[in-house]
């Protein structure tokens, strides 16, 4: 039984179609779909029902689903401790950031692991920490970006970065001159918000909550500068990091601390739990504590970290 086969059947059912698979492994369409009716050919039954939408699988294609990404999980594993073995010189590492995150934090961390490791292709996909997570748990990523708190019996988790949100606002907001300001002296302005893909979406939410409040929400995003356009014309405001926060044109724009309750923004690398640690993961983590240092270990009353 062809690995290829296998690696491509895999991928159609995993992403519902051939040429999203085709895209992820960087076939053609026409290679992919002989792949499969190879496979198929050779069980002697059909793997896939195929429509013009979507392709999905069928019964005896799911029992060969199953089967296909354990062997699948064996053949990355001789392929990672080979990489061990070979010092992080070559393999693949996949990497998920969040976009707000990526930009605050990891291009001088991507930048050394880069040049340290240039045998490593390092696939970095950007999307919101709760789909980073779930990729994370699914095997289509080695290493992801989170916000704490999450769920640490599903993960080793690794601390990054630990700062707190500031109120942002327009420089000429009488707010602004404020060294300090509680999060219910917002009531009543339209909030600019995260994605609901975004942690922080819950974690700001659930933070006016506590303090019987409920924002209006004038607008949803996933890049801090729109967010900051949006306050600076007016539209409301936002609760971003620090690290964003020291970013701003200070012309338009201020931001002040925000207490009762202060809102946290907790940084982390999470992974599968795996007493085996891939060279290449060990690899970025050294990048990461070079360029970022160590906040301590865990999160909250969270356990200890241990890779």
Do not use: N
Not at 28 to 56: I, M
Not at 72 to 84: F, I, S, T, W, Y
């Amino acid at each position: 039984m062809d690995i290829r086969a296998l690696r491509a059947f895999a991928e159609v059912a995993r992403q519902g179609g051939f040429t999203r698979a085709a895209a992820a492994l960087h076939l053609s369409q026409s290679a992919v779909s002989k792949l499969v009716k190879g496979l198929e050919e050779e069980l002697g039954v059909p793997l896939l029902h195929r429509d013009r939408r979507r392709a999905s699988t069928t019964d005896a294609g799911a029992l060969v689903l199953r089967r296909a990404e354990a062997i699948l999980d064996g053949v990355r594993a001789v392929e990672e401790e080979l990489g061990e073995l070979a010092g992080a010189r070559r393999g693949r590492l996949r990497i998920g950031l969040p976009p707000m995150v990526s930009g605050a934090f990891f291009p001088r961390v991507v930048a050394d692991f880069r040049r340290r490791h240039p045998g490593v292709a390092l696939e970095l996909r950007e999307t919101g920490a709760r789909r980073v997570e779930a990729l994370v748990l699914a095997r289509e990523l080695d290493l992801g970006v989170t916000i704490l708190p999450t769920d640490t019996a599903a993960f080793d988790v690794r601390p990054v970065a630990r700062e707190l949100l500031l109120a942002v606002l327009p420089a000429a907001d009488p707010l602004a001159r404020r060294r300090r300001l509680a999060l219910r002296e917002l009531a009543g302005r339209p909030l600019v918000h995260y994605r609901r893909d975004f942690a922080l979406h819950d974690l700001v939410l659930a933070a006016f909550r506590g303090v019987g409040l409920a924002p209006e929400v004038a607008s949803e995003s996933s890049q801090w500068d729109f967010m900051a356009e949006l306050v600076a014309a007016g539209l409301g405001v936002a609760l971003l990091p620090e690290t964003i926060c020291r970013r701003l044109d200070r012309r338009r724009l201020a931001s002040v601390p925000v207490g009762e309750p202060e809102i946290p923004w907790h940084v982390a690398l999470v992974r599968r739990p795996d007493p085996h640690l891939p060279a290449a993961v060990r690899a970025f983590l050294d990048s990461t504590s070079r360029c970022l240092g160590s906040p301590g270990a865990g999160q909250p009353g969270g356990p200890k970290v241990s890779w």
